[in-house]
């Protein structure tokens, strides 16, 4: 028999957990194979370069995870653990929300590529300074916490401090009605839409949700196996005439429309909240953007939320993902205590409670206007990209038509008749250059703007064009 060669030394390991290593996986891979009679003690500890005492050691923990056997008068003995057969691996037990969650994922053009302009990407260069000190000093003072009742364990619905700085910050610029026990932190949007469509929905049971939506909350709402209920939007967003008869709750995005950025109309607010009511709807307000507004009429911000008008059905969704970065996972949901007593009593058999020093961190950027200001300084920025991605679209693609966008991180953009979207994104894709598209909608772009400055998104821009319309021979 060939003793194999010690395994390349992992960070910190010990010589003899090297040997042990090494000598487990060669009775695993089959190079040492069951039955080999390993040589004495001695023998194996000069072949492997190390001494009499590790090799005894790791042999004394192999025969313990029983994959060596001494045996009287003949030595040391490989053992190979029975395993299955190789072959066609069975198919695995996928439960009914797995498939279904799998079925919902959308198709992307992976890859990567010169010029991406996919929504969805984070903006670096807006990172504020401030996050990532709180971030730190939180981090430095990780050992000493405790919440305000003296817990060091941290709470489902996430630190106190941060439900309170949260709600201020959300009255005073949202216009909301929250108290700091209406408020749950979340792993960003998504883990709130989870979190609320399990709680609420399942198999029989019907979800009205905009259409075209969030590909994120279809998925998450249609993974429950509830009806998904499609209800139109036009330039002013959903069409209140085409609600359903009956839901258990609405996803909407009232401030922004993704992915057409139109503003919902306070007449339309008012028969939304009129329709849910009768029917005990739960409405799902994502405010993705509120903080991402960049247009200057109405006081340069999103109207204040529906959740206001009405605190016992409206549930307020709103994330840290685009605002600070998607690294956080920071968001949040704000709605009725009856809602959040459900979800604190149910998150302990999911993820426990949200990353508290995340949540920290937010605390101190919210509590000391940080992140106000910061969001202010944003807005000129995404102002200024807005503008340069739309001059130069209007320059390179005079036929398409581009929905200024008032608040997000990208452009709608809607093709002539005559142009697919499948076909220009994928002419685009040859050229280097990603673009974004709607599930089901043919005659939809959609262009991230805000991660490049105008250089560049002219730059990229002027590369499309080229893809495009290459230029005659
Ligand atoms: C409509 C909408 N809601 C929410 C989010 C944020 O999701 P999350 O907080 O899970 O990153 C996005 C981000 O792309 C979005 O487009």
Redesign the pocket.
């Known amino acids: 028999m060939t003793v194999p060669d010690l395994l390349p030394a992992l960070p910190g390991e010990t010589v003899g957990a090297r040997v042990t290593r090494t000598l487990r996986d060669a009775v695993l891979r089959g190079t040492l194979p069951d039955g080999t009679r390993l040589p004495g003690h001695r023998a194996l500890a000069a072949q492997l370069g190390v001494s009499r005492n590790t090799v005894v050691d790791a042999l004394d923990t192999l025969t313990w995870e029983g994959f060596v056997q001494a045996a009287p008068r003949s030595g040391t003995r490989v053992v190979r653990p029975a395993r299955p057969q190789p072959g066609a691996a069975p198919p695995l037990p996928l439960s009914d929300w797995a498939r279904r969650a799998l079925a919902g994922q959308v198709q992307d053009v992976a890859g990567t590529y010169a010029v991406d302009f996919r929504?969805?990407q984070p903006v670096p260069d807006l990172y504020p300074a401030a996050w990532t000190q709180a971030l730190a000093r939180r981090a430095a003072a990780v050992h000493h916490w405790r919440d305000a009742a003296g817990d060091a364990l941290p709470d489902p619905l996430g630190p106190l401090e941060t439900r309170r700085a949260l709600a201020a910050y959300l009255n005073a610029e949202r216009g909301a009605q929250v108290t700091p026990d209406m408020v749950m932190l979340?792993?960003?949007?998504?883990?709130?839409?989870d979190a609320l469509a399990r709680a609420f929905l399942e198999p029989g049971r019907t979800a009205a949700i905009e259409t075209p939506?969030?590909a994120?909350?279809h998925a998450a709402l249609s993974a429950t196996g509830a009806t998904l209920h499609p209800v139109p939007v036009d330039d002013h967003g959903l069409i209140p005439a085409h609600l359903p008869a009956q839901a258990t709750l609405l996803y909407a995005?009232p401030a922004c429309q993704?992915?057409t950025t139109a503003t919902l109309p306070a007449a339309r607010r008012q028969a939304v909240l009129d329709w849910a009511a009768p029917r005990g709807t739960l409405i799902l307000e994502?405010d993705?953007?509120a903080d991402l507004v960049h247009g200057t009429g109405q006081g340069g911000r999103a109207p204040a939320v529906m959740q206001a008008l009405d605190p016992a059905r409206v549930i307020l969704?709103g994330?840290?993902?685009?605002s600070l970065a998607?690294v956080t996972?920071?968001?949040f949901l704000a709605g009725p205590p009856a809602v959040i007593q459900v979800l604190a009593g149910t998150r302990p058999l999911t993820d426990r409670a949200p990353g508290t020093l995340d949540a920290l961190a937010l605390a101190d950027l919210l509590g000391s206007g940080a992140y106000a200001r910061h969001v202010r300084r944003t807005r000129p920025v995404l102002a200024e990209r807005h503008e340069a991605a739309t001059h130069a679209l209007h320059a390179h693609f005079p036929d398409w038509q581009v929905t200024p966008a008032r608040a997000?991180l990208h452009l709608h953009v809607t093709l002539p008749p005559d142009q697919s979207a499948a076909d220009v994104i994928g002419r685009a894709a040859r050229g280097g250059v990603a673009l974004g598209g709607v599930d089901g909608q043919e005659d939809t772009l959609l262009l991230a703007f805000a991660h490049l400055p105008p250089p560049r998104l002219r730059q990229g821009l002027a590369r499309l064009a080229r893809a495009l319309h290459p230029p005659h021979p």
Request: no cysteine.
């Open positions: 929504p969805g979340t792993g960003g949007t998504q883990g709130a839409l939506t969030y994120g909350a995005t993704y992915p994502d993705y953007a969704l994330s840290f993902s685009k998607p996972r920071s968001g997000g």
